[in-house]
Nanobody
Framework: QVQLVESGGGSVQAGDSLRLSCAAP????????MAWFRQTPGKEREEREF???????????YSSDSVKGRFTMSRDSAKNTVYLQMNNLKPGDTARYYC???????????????????WGQGTQVTVSS
């Protein structure tokens, strides 16, 4: 079992910034793909929206079109932690954000919820206008 621990959510105004953190075990951190997804009320787990991912071993990052230019994913190997820096937040970004991880990376399945083996408990982000 791989335990992921998210933090950093909160309630902010439109245009503000937040940084989410996700701590992972050292044993998997540098090799596993790690990603952020978000889920809004009324949506099922399988409908979580892909936000961003970072590939193990080479730190390549990917993000969805809806957040590109505003959100940046990064990692700190010394802390076994990945971050999601969210700038210029919009009310449409309101959701519960989940960190996820899996052993392999395939660009074709990077956005697929069902391919991720382990998930954190989520952290709520609320953006008001």
């Amino acid at each position: 079992q791989v335990q992921l621990v998210e933090s950093g959510g909160g309630s902010v105004q439109a245009g503000d910034s937040l940084r989410l953190s996700c701590a992972a075990p050292r044993s998997t951190f540098n090799t596993y793909t790690m990603a952020w997804f978000r889920q809004t009320p009324g949506k099922e787990r399988e409908e979580r929206e892909f936000v961003a991912a970072i590939r193990g071993n080479n730190d390549s990052t990917y993000s969805s079109d809806s957040v590109k230019g505003r959100f940046t994913m990064s990692r700190d190997s010394a802390k076994n932690t990945v971050y999601l820096q969210m700038n210029n937040l919009k009310p449409g970004d309101t959701a519960r954000y989940y960190c996820a991880t899996k052993p392999a990376f395939h660009i074709a399945t990077m956005r697929s919820v069902k391919t991720y083996s382990f998930w954190g408990q989520g952290t709520q982000v609320t953006v008001s206008s």
